[in-house]
């Protein structure tokens, strides 16, 4: 395996000094791209780009191609783990990911197993092949949805104003989403170990709908599992320890709480304030993020100002990774990036 | 006007000691009740109740006679005063409100007015008749959206998932955003002022989309407008000063600081621990909520257990008027808002 030239996004990860504040955004390689569409259109759909290693690599270094980087995300989605469980994963056009066999009884909860790893060995083989087509460029992020997150899909179908299914059960069988839970982190870890074992040199878990539960709820429902999670990670790579990141999005309540998972940093919102977050964790973890990703529709100059604002926000010294506190928009104009990849590396520089 | 027979909501919202802690449901008066979407039917639509006083009588009390509910809201809309100023509300089957002008070009929102408040008469001419029907029974709680909330629809023309019009101002052309919500902070005292005039025991302010912002534009663009809405209120009436609530949606994060604009209680969302956000704010202000809607989807054992957790997480002694987090759903069978508002009033009595 080749060493990384830009080792920039490790270090921070690690809360080791770097030259500047290492920049990746959340799904970089994405519509907002108009190479990333072409590949799309010839592929077919988004599912067939990541099932095919060869266009999952394509398109997880277009962006990098366009902007100044510090790190590459593998192409994928958080919703393989339920689709090799056999719930069907599927898009329809304009909408979001969508599941055929949505978990709505207790029948089909206790025939539920972890899968086979063989079933994603797609998303392994893109780890491997993106790997070396990066040659040490920059490091690769591997990733994987929360155990809750991947339950909401999983109990509820798709995406939803409320969860209602899933809500429902977390208050009137606990026990049966306790089941899926237990499973999911059983299989989110397998399935990070797999990736890390493929060349990922970061992981990173996505709980985008944690935020939506309440403290208590939070707690019980997903803090626990992604725990779980992190405690199973076997990081050892032959450059030292894979560094885990969690993001729960609008998690900004629980910081303290998440940072003692054991995780070495945590994604942030763009609600929260880098000050009071890093006043709240203290030395235990680096901070990742945390842009408001509508600066991005705006100006050069307010793109400047505002990114500023966040590199000020944290202040000087290690441990920021900056990015967005949500996925690009594929509203965003792509020539926006480019300023804002140039503005972190100059106006932190400062800050080192 | 008749004196209070029922006082504790007032006296919770002064933290002052009341026998049990008051409850009441935001949008209470709604689409889960049988008998309201009967008054509605035979109306026509939503704000034909709105704009009928008899009607919307009809329909504030409804929820009263099936519960012990411990206040009346006037049935209403935020949404009036931007309708007032001429951008023409409406409600198009099964989606939220909308406007049909919205402010999309620096001519339109130069040429933009408060409105004149004979326009929102039907409003108080309501309040009035309702504080009447009520007799005393209960406070009535007289509303208006958050300046920044208003802007929101003001600019997008409805909801939306990410605000695209409205942000791309705030960073672009946030003098356009200042001048938009100077005018609607003055719009919503007068409102305000005049549905205490017109009787409102208590007025509550909704910022619906406070926190979609980041911590240094929710200051700027929410939060300054709030405090100057608070500032402008007449609060005296005959039984004394009408206390004020504010409800940012997700600004859990900004507790202390809106505690300072002045109001006498904060409205909490569900991911919010009452137990945090007590100690937060100390003796400033009193607290309203926050028990997750979606609890009421479950069984009458796991609302009461819920409900003993919300109230165990205040703890003992003056200041919670307890809530949904959020509105309730149409989805919510109206026999678990029995159990719920019962267990409110027996489990809170060993705390006072």
Redesign the interface.
């Known amino acids: 395996m080749p060493t990384l030239k830009n080792d920039a996004l490790i270090r921070a990860l690690r809360r080791q000094p770097t030259p500047y504040t290492p920049v990746w955004i959340m799904r970089q390689a994405g519509r907002y791209l108009p190479e990333y569409n072409k590949t799309r259109a010839r592929a077919g759909g988004f599912l067939d780009l990541c099932r095919n290693p060869d266009l999952a690599t394509e398109v997880t270094l277009q962006p990098l191609e366009r902007f100044a980087l510090d790190a590459a995300i593998v192409f994928s989605d958080i919703l393989t783990i339920p689709d090799a469980m056999g719930l069907g994963l599927y898009f329809a056009e304009g909408e979001g990911p969508q599941l055929e066999r949505p978990l709505r009884d207790e029948q089909a909860i206790r025939g539920l197993a972890i899968p086979d790893l063989a079933r994603l060995r797609y998303v392994f083989d893109a780890v491997r092949q993106i790997r070396g087509a990066l040659a040490g460029r920059v490091p690769l992020i591997g990733f994987a949805g929360s155990p809750f997150t991947l339950a909401c899909y999983m109990v509820e179908g798709g995406s939803s104003a ?3 299914a899933l ?2 059960m ?3 069988r606990p026990d049966l989403l306790h089941h899926i839970l237990d499973l999911n982190s059983r299989a989110v870890t397998d399935y990070l170990n797999a990736q890390i074992k493929a060349g990922a040199d970061a992981v990173m878990i996505f709980d985008t709908w944690g ?8 707690r019980e429902f997903s803090l626990t599992y992604l725990a779980r999670v992190i405690a199973g990670l076997d990081r050892a790579s032959e450059s030292g320890q894979v560094p885990s990141i969690i993001f729960t999005k ?1 998690g ?2 629980w910081l303290s709480e998440l940072a003692a998972t054991g995780c070495d940093a945590l994604g942030l919102d ?4 880098l000050s ?1 977050a890093r006043a709240t964790v203290g030395q235990a973890v680096a901070l990742q993020g ?1 842009l ?4 991005l ?3 050069p100059e ?1 793109i400047r100002r ?1 990114t500023q ?1 966040v590199l000020s ?1 944290y202040g000087a010294g290690n441990g920021h990774i900056f990015n967005l ?1 949500h996925g690009i ?1 594929q ?1 965003t104009p792509p020539e926006h990036v480019a300023v804002l990849v140039e503005a972190v590396h100059e106006l932190s520089r400062p800050l080192h």
């Open positions: 409320d969860f209602r809500k429902t977390l208050y009137a935020g939506m539960l309440s403290t208590p709820a939070f609008g900004g309540l763009w609600t929260v304030d009071v945390n408001d990703p509508s600066v529709y705006s100006s307010a505002e604002r926000s506190g928009s509203h």
